[in-house]
């Protein structure tokens, strides 16, 4: 489609300066966040209007064609903004893509598609990819991928950016969304479309998203935090099992660990008929099909089923999977990609019961207590005091959405200190 790419262009250059940068900001994050948060100034509690009304957006139903489909959809609460179904149906009726829905807890944090040297075990250097949204990566970042919804046949399936812009000018908060962007914007499709993905973008950010406050947050903090079975599943995590080689326990970029390293791997999970080519789709590297990125493992419990086709429906299965895949082969089936399946790292990890029913267990202190706190009848997660805000942290956030557009050439955003208090006064 020719927005999309429009809106890609000039991406694979910004990833070159700005990474020192970001580096750089990182560590004096982790330093900070470990001395706890020093406030500043008081910040009044009123969201900035971007927020707000990103929040509509997601919970709007009648932006899809035919009516009825938002990004809630697939992205629920109870699930940690997952879907329990494996392959989530479009807006369309018998229409199906092919992917398990993510969580979206953590998405914002997601480092952007970049070609990043790492260094292996025995001290060589290699290039990889790394982040990136969608399992796949073809997002080069948040702000990139949420306007994909909107216009994927297999989710909500509107024709073009004209038919967006005239049901967000008919939606509920059709007033306050003309307040944020004044009557200039209003009127231009482009530019509308603009502000609402960079609407959802800030909402995504939004401290619901990103607590840190799981057992396991504490636990690296230093509190006893975790059950006996826990600690013994711990030390399989990190040790035996291998899985904190991918699923990183380390805060780096962030106050708190994001269980993942972002990287790419072929697991060589049951296939579900078509094949799908994952990483090497994007890059044509024949080596790379099959490959999908390493989620985050941060409220695991809450996300069945598993892998990026939702092709296994427990989390113990994932893990007999990780430890007997390649002993017993006819209980997962064909793969998609056999010959790029990582066979050094999973597989055949020859762990007893008991340590797996330890690693199932340590999966628990994984997940959310603002999530675990959560009423059924919210939409979403209590906000928590601790976490701060969007713009107490917004140099950390690994994306570009400031960047220049031809569709919104110049100027950028209006100042966040536009609230809704200040607006409505
Ligand atoms: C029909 C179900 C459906 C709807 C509606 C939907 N999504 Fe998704 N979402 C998915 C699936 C499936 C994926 C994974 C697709 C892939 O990897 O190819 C996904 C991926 C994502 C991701 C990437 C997460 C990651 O870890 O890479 C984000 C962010 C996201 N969706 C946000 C949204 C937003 C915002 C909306 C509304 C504008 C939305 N989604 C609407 C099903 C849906
Ligand atoms: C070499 C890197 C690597 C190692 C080691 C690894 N994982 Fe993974 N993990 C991945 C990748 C990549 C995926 C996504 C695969 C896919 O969707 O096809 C994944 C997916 C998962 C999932 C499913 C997540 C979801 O949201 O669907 C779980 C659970 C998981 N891993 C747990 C573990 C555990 C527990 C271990 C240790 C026994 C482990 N992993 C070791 C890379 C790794």
């Keep these: 489609m020719d927005f999309q790419t429009g809106w890609r262009s000039g991406h694979g250059n910004m990833n070159h300066a700005p990474r020192h940068l970001f580096l750089f900001v990182t560590l004096a994050f982790v330093s900070f966040s470990f001395a706890g948060f020093v406030h500043g100034e008081e910040v009044s509690d009123a969201k900035p209007l971007a927020v707000v009304i990103g929040k509509q957006i997601f919970l709007d139903s009648t932006l899809s064609q035919p009516v009825g489909q938002g990004c809630f959809s697939c992205h629920r609460a109870e699930t940690a903004f997952a879907d329990s179904r494996p392959i989530s149906p479009g807006a369309v009726k018998g229409r199906v893509g092919r992917r398990n829905s993510p969580s979206l807890m953590y998405a914002a944090l997601i480092p952007g598609f970049a070609y990043e040297d790492v260094q292996t075990d025995d001290g060589t250097e290699v290039y990889a990819w790394e982040g990136g949204l969608f399992h796949d990566g073809r997002a080069g970042d948040l702000f990139e991928q949420v306007q994909q919804p909107f216009f994927d046949p297999n989710e909500m399936n509107l024709p073009d950016e004209e038919t967006l812009a005239s049901r967000l000018r008919d939606s509920e908060y059709a007033a306050e969304f003309r307040q944020w962007v004044g009557d200039e914007i209003w009127r231009d499709d482009q530019r509308l479309n603009y502000h609402a993905f960079r609407a959802l973008v800030e909402f995504l950010k939004e401290p619901i998203f990103r607590p840190f406050d799981a057992r396991i947050d504490d636990y690296l903090n230093g509190k006893a935090a975790l059950t006996q079975a826990e600690l013994r599943g711990l030390e399989i995590f990190r040790g035996a099992g291998k899985c904190a080689d991918c699923h990183l326990l380390q805060p780096s970029s962030w106050a708190g660990p994001l269980l993942s390293d972002y990287g790419y791997d072929n697991l060589g999970?049951?296939?579900?008929?078509?094949?799908?080519?994952?990483?090497?789709?994007?890059?044509?590297?024949?080596?790379?099909?099959?490959?999908?990125?390493?989620?985050?493992?941060?409220?695991?419990?809450?996300?069945?089923?598993?892998?990026?086709?939702?092709?296994?429906?427990?989390?113990?299965?994932?893990?007999?999977?990780?430890?007997?895949?390649?002993?017993?082969?006819?209980?997962?089936?064909?793969?998609?990609?056999?010959?790029?399946?990582?066979?050094?790292?999973?597989?055949?990890?020859?762990?007893?019961?008991?340590?797996?029913?330890?690693?199932?267990?340590?999966?628990?202190?994984?997940?959310?207590?603002?999530?675990?706190?959560?009423?059924?009848?919210?939409?979403?997660?209590?906000?928590?005091?601790?976490?701060?805000?969007?713009?107490?942290?917004?140099?950390?956030?690994?994306?570009?959405?400031?960047?220049?557009?031809?569709?919104?050439?110049?100027?950028?955003?209006?100042?966040?200190?536009?609230?809704?208090?200040?607006?409505?006064?």
Excluded at 348 to 365: G, I, P, R
């Design 269 to 425: 999970v049951p296939s579900r008929g078509k094949k799908d080519a994952g990483l090497g789709g994007q890059t044509g590297e024949a080596a790379e099909l099959g490959q999908f990125r390493a989620p985050s493992l941060r409220n695991i419990v809450l996300t069945a089923p598993y892998m990026h086709n939702g092709s296994i429906k427990t989390l113990k299965e994932v893990l007999e999977f990780y430890n007997r895949r390649d002993v017993e082969p006819e209980r997962w089936g064909h793969t998609d990609y056999p010959v790029t399946v990582n066979r050094e790292d999973m597989g055949d990890l020859k762990l007893t019961e008991q340590q797996v029913s330890d690693l199932l267990a340590l999966m628990n202190a994984f997940t959310d207590r603002t999530l675990l706190n959560r009423k059924d009848t919210d939409d979403f997660p209590a906000t928590t005091n601790e976490t701060p805000s969007t713009d107490e942290l917004r140099l950390y956030f690994p994306d570009w959405t400031h960047r220049k557009h031809p569709a919104y050439p110049g100027k950028c955003d209006p100042p966040s200190s536009l609230s809704r208090n200040a607006a409505e006064s």
